[in-house]
DNA sequence: ACATCGATCTAC
DNA sequence: TAGATCGATGTG
């Protein structure tokens, strides 16, 4: 069941926390890519110094931030990595939730080519846990690109998230986020939340 | 025009 | 732990 522009249409925290679980689906080539949520950031522009818009900056990149709620927003990170967020509450808020790491659960194995142009067999267990434990790398294995998927409505039929069939039963924690040490008082806003014990989060 | 730097990842 | 790598951004 695909998500609604109304689940983005919320509070930027309480669509991160609800995020988690839930599966974000790329159809890409004829094939559903799939990965389970277990990782987010809250990113609240008018108060947050970490943030692409913080003070309320509209620049060419940021720009999406402050479009309606339910858009990917991909940018290019150090030159190299795509990273990808979803555009929540009203038109004009320039909030954001970073999607920092997913449980692949559907073409793992096209995920270990688009990573490591090897075959799943080959990877080891170590390896299976790096496609996807970060947003650079969960990027890299769902074909998420800022050329191609950079102001993509998600409620549109290439790229979305809906909602798992099982699974309520997990624990959340919540704690600071990463790689903001520039961002003076923000750096202690516990906008970080992912899924306990899942061995697919970053930095564990 | 040009200098700076990053919501990261990999290899050494 | 350092290096990769380049577009966006701010400044002159």
Redo the contacts with the bound molecule.
Sequence with gaps: MKLKRKFYNRPTLDVAKDLLGKKIVHYINGKRLVGKIVEV?A?IGAIDK????YNN?R????EIMFGPPGYAYVY??????N?I?VVTQNEGKGT?V?IRAVEPVENIETMAYN?YNRPIESLKKRQII?LTD????LCMAMGITKAANNGMDLCGNTLWIEKAAEDRTFEIVTTTR???D?AEEAVHFPWRFYIKDNPFV?RK
């Design positions: 950031e990113y970490a943030a692409h818009s900056r620049t060419k990149r940021s290019l990170i150090y030159g190299m990595y990273c967020n954001a970073l990573r790096n970060g947003p650079g790398k990463v790689n903001i520039y970053s």
